[in-house]
């Protein structure tokens, strides 16, 4: 009988043992999951941010490169249909560009 009862005791201590362990083991399968998890959210977000900057980047090539183009069409408008002499209508292409690009100090919108 005692023989049984020391098996018993046995056997419930390599339980507790095997429990304590697996609870080991599922801790760090948790930890390792969760660092993980920070590094797969920290390379997303690196990759997000860059990538929003390159479109943004590129949306602002474009529009300056509309702008310039607009510009040139305005321009060209301007010499198209107003005839007048080079002086003038230098000064007049001079000041739309002016205004087009935003106030500068000291100039003034014809």
Do not use: W, Y
Not at 22 to 41: S, T
Not at 52 to 73: Q, W
């Amino acid at each position: 009988m005692r023989d049984v009862i020391e098996k018993v005791m046995a056997a419930e201590a390599e339980g507790r043992r095997l429990v304590e362990a697996a609870r080991k083991d599922a801790e760090q399968i948790l930890a390792n999951a969760r660092a993980e998890r920070r590094i797969l959210l920290e390379r997303a977000t690196r990759e997000s941010r860059l990538e929003a900057e390159n479109i943004l980047a590129t949306a602002g090539d474009e529009a300056r490169r509309e702008k310039a183009e607009s510009l040139a069409c305005a321009a060209d408008e301007v010499e198209k249909e107003i005839r007048l002499d080079e002086t003038t209508r230098q000064h007049l292409v001079e000041a739309a560009v002016r205004c087009l690009r935003g106030p500068v100090e000291n100039v003034k919108c014809l």
